[in-house]
């Protein structure tokens, strides 16, 4: 069932967007630099501070969002996909970021409402961030920086770019 789930998000990744996949433990040269993904403090769209850890065990897909740019469509694709395939092994979560040409310049509160009303979004939707340049989050710098996730430096080249993280 686990290697079914992965397949078909890949496949479905290829469909809806570039994907990216990094495994947990993976191993680096330089292991005393590399952190643990499920350390990293987030918050969600609600403002409650948590941390990754609270989805320790399933598969991640982590998408940078926006409301106003020519793939938001796909939020439509990514909640089929949570209806689907979510729940106890796998996990959609959404992080709104405003780094493309202006495209999520809302509150999150006008976030929440757009995903909900245009998209009836369910999955997990976190409090807009960076997600490149000097103030991009420490869990977007874990995905792109090699020394911290253990696998690969990666650059974030538009919205809906997703990341994948093994159970």
């Known amino acids: 069932m686990r290697k079914n789930i992965l397949s078909i998000l890949l496949i479905t990744a290829a469909v809806i967007g570039f994907a990216f996949v990094i495994a947990p433990d993976s191993k680096t040269d330089d292991m005393k630099e590399k952190k643990e993904i499920f350390d990293i403090a987030v918050t969600t769209i609600d403002g409650d501070s948590i941390t990754m850890e609270n989805f320790k065990g399933k598969k991640l897909m982590i998408v940078n969002v926006a409301s106003k740019c020519g793939y938001t469509k796909q939020y439509e694709g990514l909640q089929k996909l949570y209806e689907k395939y979510g729940g106890e092994e796998f996990e959609i979560i959404g992080f709104p970021a405003n780094n493309f040409m202006n495209q999520e310049p809302g509150t999150n509160e006008e976030i929440k409402e ?14 807009k961030i960076s997600v490149k340049g000097k103030d991009k989050h420490p869990l977007y710098q874990w995905f792109t920086t090699k020394t911290l996730n253990g696998a690969a430096d990666s650059k974030v080249k538009w919205n809906f770019q997703k990341y994948f993280v093994d159970a």
């Open 114 to 127: 757009f995903c909900s009303l245009n998209y009836n979004v369910t999955f997990p939707m976190m409090a």
